[in-house]
């Protein structure tokens, strides 16, 4: 992954209680960062582009799909750098991508991504992302993959 190609990134510290006795950060420390970049970078979507129907009333989104790659450890409070991105939207779903990067050393440690489904949480079932996610989202990235039907 190209790190060019994210425009939106959060910081994160590694904290005591994420490391082992070694002080190497532990691997499911690191889809709680991702978490983190995602719900920002949504904020932050809905924000900038004033989407109204995004996470109001009964619509919601669910990871279906989670995966990192380990390049390099993360130590006892290193800053990190997450990026993250959308990279595909379809019909009530979209990917996105991460990569962290070790702000010490500008070396990228991790990488990897996800799958959010849009779902109205009273009967848990798919719903159509709105028109104006698509717009937003070919708004801010240069490479995403649009396949709404």
Request: aromatic share 14%; hydrophobic share 40%; net charge negative.
């Amino acid at each position: 992954m190209d790190k060019s190609q994210f425009k939106h990134f959060i910081l994160e510290t590694v904290r005591f209680h994420e490391v082992d006795i070694l002080g190497v950060c532990n691997n499911a420390v690191y889809f709680n960062y991702f978490e983190d970049a995602r719900i920002k970078y949504v904020q932050d979507l809905k924000k900038n582009f004033a989407l109204k129907e995004l996470l109001e009333g009964d619509s919601f989104f669910i990871m279906v799909h989670n995966e990192c790659d380990y390049i390099e450890p993360a130590f006892l409070d290193d800053e990190l750098k997450v990026y993250t991105r959308i990279n595909f939207v379809k019909n009530s779903s979209f990917g996105f991508e991460h990569i962290v990067e070790k702000t010490s050393t500008g070396k990228i440690i991790a990488k990897g991504g996800g799958v959010v489904v849009h779902i109205n949480k009273v009967n848990r079932q798919s719903l159509p992302l709105p028109d104006e996610f698509y717009v937003a989202v070919r708004d801010f990235e240069k490479n995403v993959i649009i396949q709404k039907s």
